[in-house]
């Protein structure tokens, strides 16, 4: 059979490293494909910066559009990033009848729905493994690999520098301002770290994750999203007192009201194994009706853990290359025509066990109080401590609708039994 | 597009569990496939055990051979076990041109190689996902989601009942025998444990494992198998000690003289992921040259947990059973005709760490004669210990050949170093 052709858009950190890994496995992959991939074109703006060992054979061009409309190359392999330039030239590729792998997770939690009807439209494949979770096959273990069950939720650590931060404030009792500077000067977090540490880069891989899980569009304006720049070096140690690791953890949960889908810090019960993934590492947790419980770990970034993705999905298309487009897996899993919306629940009226943190005057009626007024919302408290130097009170939850801890916290605050603002992290014990 | 239709072997445990999912999820299985897909037909040796809720429209028979050649029948799902009716089913399903799905792990590392090369030449698929670690999506992973990798070694807690007795010893100090008899009270061991605390059962998933990693002919023969039987508390706390938890474990790695196959109890850092591991689950950790370390953990074992892999291969045939063979993914992950024989290692000629435990007889020169030899030996030491009362040498050496640790422990037993046996346990720290 012809070799399969390929043309890679953006030769930067992953781009790189796709091109290495196609070479140095070239002989490896044709093995199991029993036909070659070759790289037969590249485009980067600036062609000075490619730095890469042998580009026999390979056209280089600086014009990304001469790519997506090059007559030779089968799939084209979006690494550029963002969700401008790299969204005219994916729907380019598609109208062209070119197959689009790609890795930008902002692009497809964006714009996937509009991609893949022009995707579904023209026969073409769309493959997006390496947009989340880098390295970790976790698009195709839920879209194939439990295909037979229903999704109930899944959760996951699907940012590396956030939870590079997270556990190095645990390990070594740093504060978060000098964990984010060394991550930034390791060259794990961008110089504006706001798309990590915020949450935007979780919401965007989360957002797919759930459509994949539940059959529905992506929504992701629909994301909630809080980031993890207010965690302190005390919430971590209390955190730990209580036995939970704190993470920042994506949520997509199927209720009966609706779809939950949040990002935020998170406890987790150190037991949990998904609570000792640690460093820059992800995984994601998956619960299926069928299977129960499946986790999926690996690295989350990384020049040739991405390529490892980006590849995967390069394999199946040009193992299905002169295939029905029928025969091929959808791009989110479900048929386009069985691609259901479905509601995502406002943060008020998702059901979560809370762990809280007040600063007070130290009164020794202080925790009564508190607890007087959760009783009188109907919230179960799980346990309660008063660290006495700080003069916080620790409280944990059972679990209850947020907008009820909302009120309770308001009343706390209405009762000015706080002296400062009010901690407060959803605990997770996802066991079913 | 019509239904797939479906027969089933056996309805035990696996069998009733596979057709209970398919049943319940089938609507949601619809809009993933865009085609229906049901069960028409299942065989059960005797009837009168069937307790299904409900077979309406499946024609029940209790011959076996009814199903594999009625025409009605798409894809034969056996799940019958064992591997001499089971075989026999298997071959004559292919000879009618029908696909095959099974959870037969003694099936396929026996008899694979054969079964595959029918399968090739009738243009059938054989699934295989529930033979190795139930639910857990492994074999998809490695054959699809990691294609773009040179596999360099992989190692899984592949039974879950030898896990059970390892996590109780460790959790609640008890002694092997008393947790296998819990076990097999719990119904998660056989009456004849052997094939799960012998290796076995481990062996045969290694040896499919082994064989999609590398591209290499199943040889269940040739894969070194120990099981956990000797393991004694003492070993258990001792290794905790020194900051190791004991898990039975299957290793494959591609070395340059040959392929390590192996299935033992094995020490490993309790710092790794997998050393967390507990109870009935397993996991297997995937190291591939591009992507690095991979983890994929979930339910081993279990009606539904293996029904969601069965499924996921009947899933992965009905898209493409109008399609081309040449498209679809090979058995095991290479081409036919690049499947390639490699020499598997003798287990002498592997390199570990090792965990050594001496009885002496207290004398205190012991621990200087014993190191002497370690030294003259050529091999480190990375920390020894005495325990008195018990006149125990534990030492924890550097990695070296198993030749060379043979030859050191032949000379203790000949200098009369030790009063009784010497129990090696070997300690991987799976770090690359």
Redesign the interface.
Same mark, same amino acid.
């Given at each position: 059979m012809r070799p399969v052709n390929v043309g890679i858009l953006g030769l930067g950190t992953v781009g790189s490293?796709t091109f290495t890994? $196609?070479g140095?496995?070239r002989a490896?992959?044709?093995?199991?494909?029993?036909r070659d991939i070759q790289v037969v074109m590249a485009a980067e703006r600036d062609l000075a910066q490619v730095t890469l060992a042998s580009t026999d054979g390979v056209s280089l061009v600086d014009d990304a559009f001469q790519v997506v409309s090059a007559p030779a190359v089968d799939i084209v392999v979006e690494l550029i990033g963002g969700d401008t330039i790299a969204k005219d030239l994916v729907m380019q590729a598609i109208r062209n009848g070119k197959h689009v792998v790609t890795a930008n997770k902002a692009l497809i939690a964006k714009y996937g729905n509009e991609i893949f009807a022009a995707a579904e439209a023209q026969g073409v494949c769309v493959g997006f493994?390496a947009a989340v979770a880098g390295?970790?096959?976790i698009v195709?273990?839920i879209r194939?690999? $439990?295909?037979?069950?229903?999704i109930e939720w899944l959760a996951g650590i699907i940012n590396g520098t956030g939870n590079f931060i997270l556990t190095e404030m645990r390990d070594k009792g740093r504060d978060f301002e000098s964990v984010l500077a060394e991550a930034q000067a390791l060259g794990y977090a961008e110089a504006d770290p706001e798309l990590d540490v915020g949450g935007g880069d979780a919401a965007h891989k989360l957002t797919i994750l759930a459509s994949l899980a539940f059959?529905m569009p992506l929504c992701f304006s629909d994301c909630y999203m809080e980031g993890i720049t207010n965690i302190t070096q005390q919430d971590v140690a209390y955190a730990e007192a209580l036995g939970f690791r704190i993470k920042h953890l994506g949520i997509a949960a199927k209720r009966e009201a609706g779809v939950e889908l949040r990002v935020h810090p998170t406890l987790i019960p150190e037991t949990q $194994?998904i609570a000792?993934?640690n460093g820059v590492m992800n995984a994601v947790l998956v619960q299926?009706?069928?299977?129960?419980?499946? $986790?999926?770990?690996?690295?989350g970034a990384?020049a040739?853990?991405t390529?490892?993705?980006?590849?995967?999905d390069?394999?199946?298309i040009a193992?299905?290359i002169?295939?029905?487009p029928?025969?091929?897996?959808?791009s989110l899993?479900?048929?386009a025509d069985?691609i259901t919306a479905l509601p995502v629940l406002p943060i008020a009226q998702i059901d979560s066990a809370y762990y809280v943190r007040l600063s007070t005057d130290a009164q020794a009626s202080r925790m009564t109080d508190i607890a007087q007024i959760f009783g009188e919302q109907g919230i179960g408290i799980d346990s309660m401590m008063q660290k006495g130097e700080e003069a916080s009170v620790i409280v944990l939850t059972q679990i209850t609708r947020e907008a009820n801890l909302d009120s309770a916290l308001d009343k706390i605050q209405a009762k000015h039994l706080v002296t400062g603002d009010i901690m407060r992290i959803r605990v997770a014990y996802l066991n079913g």
């Open positions: 490293g890994v $196609l140095r496995n490896e992959m044709a093995r199991r494909i029993g493994e390295g970790i096959p195709k273990a194939e690999g $439990l295909a037979g069950n229903k059959g $194994l000792n993934v299926g009706d069928a299977v129960g419980e499946t $986790l999926y770990y690996g690295a990384g040739e853990a390529g490892s993705a980006v590849i995967a390069i394999v199946d193992r299905t002169e295939g029905e029928a025969h091929r897996v959808p899993a479900f048929q069985a």
